[in-house]
């Protein structure tokens, strides 16, 4: 298993937005609300997205399911901007694991959320705070 590199995200990049997640059943409201946040308009059902919101939802989709099950409640999504790139970093409050990439693992095993992030976007990374272990991933503005 491979380990992520260790940084906070830009820090240009200001806070747009933040949700606070408990339980799988949030992910839903989660995906809906991020999309109007990028795009500005509600997301209607069947409906699909333009390439870079699509891809945002999906990873955070993807690390939010992962904090969720692995981690220590609540999970906090917060969706950050700077001038050329969207950030989406992803906390929770569980300090003891730290991130790993599952590169080895059978792919009907799981954990594959890290490296589904690695391959949608532009750069991914970890950092902890005090109180708070946070995975981020940052998109371009303009696809």
């Known amino acids: 298993m491979g380990q ?4 906070p995200p830009p820090p240009t990049a200001q806070e747009l937005n933040v949700w606070e997640l408990n339980t799988s059943a949030d992910l839903h409201t989660l ?14 059902d ?6 870079i ?12 399911s992962n904090t969720i099950r692995h981690g220590r409640p609540p999970t906090l999504i917060r969706l950050l901007c700077s001038d050329d790139e969207f950030v989406l970093d992803v906390a929770d409050h569980d300090l003891e694991n730290l991130p790993e990439l599952s590169d080895t693992r059978p792919i009907n095993a799981g954990g594959r959320g890290l490296l589904l992030a690695m391959s949608f976007s532009i750069d991914v990374g970890w950092y902890a705070t005090d109180d708070t272990k946070h995975v981020w991933a940052s998109f371009p503005r303009v696809a």
């Open 46 to 51: 069947g409906e699909r997205l333009d390439d």
């Open 31 to 44: 995906r809906a609300q991020l999309h109007e946040a990028l795009t500005g308009n509600p997301l209607i």
């Open 4 to 7: 992520l590199r260790t940084s």
């Open 53 to 64: 919101p699509e891809r945002m939802v999906l990873v955070a989709t993807e690390l939010a």
